[in-house]
């Protein structure tokens, strides 16, 4: 499976960006597929997920309100609109699947990140 996304960049605060997450698989595939960031001296946090079977979505509070995470399923893709970004939601942020077979672990699988910068 590969991940590959795309999207990041540089951004003033209150500014708009939307990530892609271009999957090798239909999405479908996956139980869900998600976006995480990791800040500079931080942990991987998860930003928003969305089920692979459904259109049952999660997000952090700190997101709740600004980004919208999506998919569209003939493209294998999946999306984060990001609108009223703010300095602390600089990070890098990497897309990712989950799934989980009965009678075998559970695998993630993580794209190579893409970079978003928000400037004060």
């Known amino acids: 499976v590969q991940l590959v996304e795309s999207g990041g960049g540089l951004v003033q605060a209150g500014g708009s960006l939307r990530l892609s997450c271009a999957a090798s698989?239909?999405?479908?595939?996956?139980?869900?597929m998600g976006w995480y960031r990791q800040a500079p001296g931080k942990s991987r946090e998860l930003v928003a997920a969305i089920r692979g079977g459904g259109d049952s979505t999660n997000y952090a509070d700190s997101v709740k309100d600004r980004f919208t995470i999506s998919r569209d399923n003939a493209e294998n893709t999946i999306y984060l609109q990001m609108n009223n970004l703010k300095p602390e939601d600089t990070a890098v942020y990497y897309c990712?699947?989950?799934?989980?077979?009965?009678?075998?672990?559970?695998?993630?699988?993580w794209g190579k990140g893409t970079l978003v910068t928000v400037s004060s």
């Open positions: 698989e239909s999405t479908f595939n996956f139980n869900a």
């Open positions: 990712n699947a989950f799934t989980r077979t009965w009678g075998s672990p559970p695998v993630d699988y």
